[in-house]
């Protein structure tokens, strides 16, 4: 059981905007810990594609997009592509466990 | 450009040791405030941090992890280490490393592709 909770999957059609929740608690992103996003395709090395709650890498197309409220966050990824297929991570600090949380994943599926 | 890499045996049998590494290439492992990571994803899981030793040696390992495990560095080979004791299936997941630059709080880039451990007789 993860500490950060996501939704297990989340689909949409090509062109269309999902979104990623990830709720926490106020031993971590209510705390005002930061929260970050991986994308990650079995077999490779997650990607990072937002930190510091709303921030993209270089490289990282501005389709996608993060935000964080309370005790909780989320990412946006606006006109999907078949090739944003993949899982998703969120990730904070928690002060109770003194170290980095992660959520469960959330499965992105291009229908 | 940093790069990681894990390296260990694909298959460890229960109540013996893991040994993971992980090689950086592209960049000194000892570059002041740099943090080095495993983290680990069990079968059909979400992403579980072990813990992490700092570019000058410190460590800070999970509490909620039911055995203490050593992470090492060492910088003449510009490689860290994982080892966990006594392992059971509970341990079988796939290994992964990454760098945190700053502060023990930010995020993981970059990762290693990581490496399938599974503990069976």
């Known amino acids: 059981q993860s500490v950060l909770t996501q939704p297990p999957s989340v689909s949409g059609a090509p062109g269309q905007r999902v979104t990623i929740s990830c709720t926490g608690s106020t031993s971590n992103i209510g705390a005002g810990y930061d929260v970050h996003w991986y994308q990650h395709l079995p077999g490779t090395a997650p990607k990072l594609v937002i930190y510091?709650?709303?921030n993209r890498p270089s490289g990282v197309p501005d389709r996608f997009s993060g935000s964080k409220s309370g005790t909780s966050a989320s990412l946006a990824i606006t006109g999907l592509q078949a090739e944003d297929e993949a899982d998703y991570y969120c990730q904070s600090y928690d002060s109770s466990l003194s170290g980095s949380v992660f959520g469960i994943g959330t499965k992105v599926t291009v229908l | 450009q940093v790069q990681l890499q894990e390296s260990g045996p694909g298959l460890v049998k229960p109540s013996q040791s893991l040994s993971l590494t992980c090689t950086v290439s592209g960049g000194s492992i000892s570059t002041f405030g740099y943090y080095w990571s495993w983290i680990r994803q069990h079968p059909g899981k979400g992403l579980e941090w072990i813990g992490y030793v700092y570019y000058g040696g410190s460590t800070s390992f999970n509490p909620s992890l039911k055995s203490l495990p050593t992470i090492s560095i060492d910088t003449s080979k510009n490689q860290f280490s994982l080892k966990l004791t006594s392992v059971t299936a509970a341990d079988t997941a796939v290994y992964f490393c990454?760098?945190?630059?700053?502060?023990?709080?930010?995020?993981?880039?970059?990762w290693g592709q990581g490496i399938l451990v599974t503990v069976s007789s």
């Open positions: 510091g709650n709303n």
């Open positions: 990454a760098r945190q630059y700053g502060d023990f709080r930010n995020w993981f880039d970059p």
